[in-house]
């Protein structure tokens, strides 16, 4: 039976088989009834008479039988709740497992294990999280691997089948890529029974362009675990993957593949696409913005630098994808993306933002660098998404590393001085007026402004001086 599902950005924790906890010396347990390979999802504690209501399922319930009164309905309830295994601690209550609770346990096939005295029951759960982290760090690094194999099989000549070859072989399966019609446009890895590919094709029938429709489906045949999931594009592709089990993992990468099958199997682009790379290409070769900008357009666009994304190689193309660009390139950690003026820039999860003022092609370069500025105040402020201020020369340096001059230049003058100081630039060097201004005499004022040139060994008759102090005065 076919279910709808959404294929996960990250694989889950996967089980612990009971064997692998069984086999942890120090803990001492001992298997009494049922069998030992059974998955164990997480631990969990009870004392109740009837633990149902707090079971989840496909956990270890660890009990010391406190409250066990009739074993035969308590192991009933515990089956019925979905209980992976049972483990008895033997004392302080009972001295051994009770036979009644053995024989239960056999009559259901529920696993039951012998808790000895000596080993508390945190350092059975202790050692159940430490193999379940142990496991999951095995799974991200096995769909890290894969997530490279794919990318690597994208980059061959012949793409296509390369990416199904490279997924059939991590997966342990087949990987079929079917058309419209349901026909087999490419397949790879090991021949599937006949009733297996027809489930198959049947699964990814449910899919199809339809709108709002379902983007995965899966579901058994053939005694396989199958899966289906249609490419972007709304052209009606879907690939199908059949596997002998399902791991935590593989949702994930068959997600990357369907990523790079969507854009490998894409008709297509129109022309005017076909002109604007033509024209990147030749701003790339050297010829002068102004000799291109009929074909790219003359703007205005918007330059957006970007750093953060989740680590994978798709991280700048989904990017790109939700600010709605096609132009975008990656360099050394740092996202770069052309946007017309016109289209939104918002902010984005995971990701830091830097956006520059609406720029002609011609002033491309003067965009690049206000993006680029705006992205540092962005990481300095801790802010989201920091767009270019336009207004003057004073824009241009970063807030925070003027302010931070500033202090440091002006650091030998006390208050009064400074105040002087920015009072007497303000006024054009006017002694007069910057004496009824603050209110003293105006010999005060020269007295005071000598003072300063001394304490920070500046000339203030050169107007490059007054400047740097008036700018610094400003950013304090």
Known sequence: MATAAEPASTPPAPPVPLAALLGRRDLGLRLLAGPEDVPLHWVHTSEMADPYPYLLGGELLMTAGVQLTDPSHYVERVVEAGAAALAFGVTPVYDTVPPELVAACERHGLPLVEVPPRTPFTAVARALWRLMAEARLHELRRVTEAQQSLAAAAARPAPVPAVLGALASRLGGRAVLFGTDGTESAAAGREIPAEAARALRDLAGVLGPR???????????????????????????TLGVATERRGPGDHTIAGVAVVL??????????????????????LLLGEPP?????????????????????GTPFAAASLAAALGT????????TVRLLLPSSAPVAA?????????APVAVSELAAGDAQAA???RRAEASRAALVRHRAHGFASLVDRDEAAAYARTLLAPLTGPLAETLRVWLSLHGSWDRTAVALDIHRNTVRQRIARCAALLDRDLDDPDVRMELWFALRAQ
């Open 211 to 237: 709108p709002g429709g379902p983007a995965s489906a899966s579901g058994d045949g053939g005694g396989l675990r199958l899966a289906a999931y249609a490419l972007g594009g709304g052209d009606g592709l």
């Open 261 to 282: 099958l969507s854009l490998l199997t894409a008709p297509h682009r129109g022309a005017d696409a076909t002109v604007r790379d033509g024209a990147l290409v030749r």
């Open 290 to 310: 102004a000799e291109v900008a009929g074909a790219l357009g003359p703007g205005p666009w918007t330059v957006v630098h970007a750093r953060g994304g989740d």
């Open 326 to 333: 096609p132009l975008v390139a990656h360099d050394e950690g």
């Open 348 to 356: 984005q999860q995971g990701w830091t933002l830097g956006a520059s």
């Open 373 to 375: 500025r705006a992205l």
